[in-house]
């Protein structure tokens, strides 16, 4: 039997997992969410009882219309709290390589995403957090090494 006051007591995290989308000259898919400034990676916080390649793949469908499964693990982010949000560990898969038409059939069927379009790491950086720039090198680095590749707040640290 589970001792409920034990589990009470377990340190709660948050939980994302996203999906690079990568072109050949490696500039990589970042969307305009409808409810915050700043672009990220298509992706989102895995529920409750779901895996975080499931939630890669239903957040790829919710906010792009793309019904795919994701690809093998590239980045374990772990995020320390900040702005009143606990820590966090953010999962990131890769989503392979992708054309301007693959980005221009994208739909936003639920509402969440403005647009979307295919951006450098530079660019990322003054369209998103600094966070999600470190953490969108890691994540090409993991695709030419061929690694997974470890980071803390989107920094690599393995």
Known sequence: MVDAEY???????????????????????LVEPSYKPNWEIPGGVVEADES????????????????????RLLVVDHVHAYDGRPDAMVFVF????VTEA???GFTFPDGEILSTGLYTVDQARTLGKPLLAN?????????????????????RVV
């Open 7 to 29: 589990v009470a007591r377990l340190p709660k995290k948050r939980v994302a997992a996203g999906v690079l989308f990568r072109s050949a000259d490696e500039r990589v898919v």
């Open 102 to 104: 693959d980005v221009a």
């Open 94 to 97: 890769d989503g392979g390589l």
């Open 135 to 155: 953490r969108l090198t890691a994540a090409v680095d993991a695709v030419r090494e061929g690694v997974v590749v470890l980071c803390g707040h989107g920094k």
């Open 52 to 71: 975080p390649w499931d939630a890669a793949a239903r957040e790829l469908l919710e906010e792009l219309g793309v019904e795919r499964a994701v690809g």
